[in-house]
């Protein structure tokens, strides 16, 4: 079964650097979306940044300029590149794929991982 596996999460200080990343595995299967999502206590969970079914590349305007978001196809693997981090960064952050396997499209989430980020 496709399962997606986070990794990168931790504390880190006001303006510092982390990396997430997200490997798929668990069949043959074709991306139609890759993404990351957040939800912080207390809020809804929100669209990080994302590879759209075209290929281009969507980010909230809270993480625009700070944040890239990449991809090795070889590795079906997907990374979140978090610069200048802010405190308002905290929160679980979930990886996502809209998977194209055995027929059928459907969404697949990470367990989470999680960001802090300290003043």
């Known amino acids: 079964q496709v399962q997606l596996s986070e990794s990168g999460g931790g504390l880190m200080q006001a303006g510092g650097s982390l990396r997430l990343s997200c490997t798929v595995s668990g069949g043959i299967f074709i991306f139609i979306t890759q993404g990351w999502y957040r939800q912080a206590p207390g809020k809804e969970r929100e669209l990080v940044a994302i590879f759209t079914s075209l290929g281009s590349t969507n980010y909230a305007d809270s993480v625009k300029g700070r944040f890239t978001i990449t991809r090795d196809n070889a590795k079906d693997t997907v990374y979140l590149q978090m610069n200048n981090l802010k405190t308002e960064d905290t929160a679980v952050y979930y990886c996502?794929?809209?998977?194209?396997?055995?027929?059928?499209?459907?969404?697949?989430w990470g367990q989470g991982t999680q960001v802090s980020v300290s003043s």
């Open positions: 996502n794929a809209n998977i194209f396997t055995r027929g059928e499209t459907r969404d697949y």
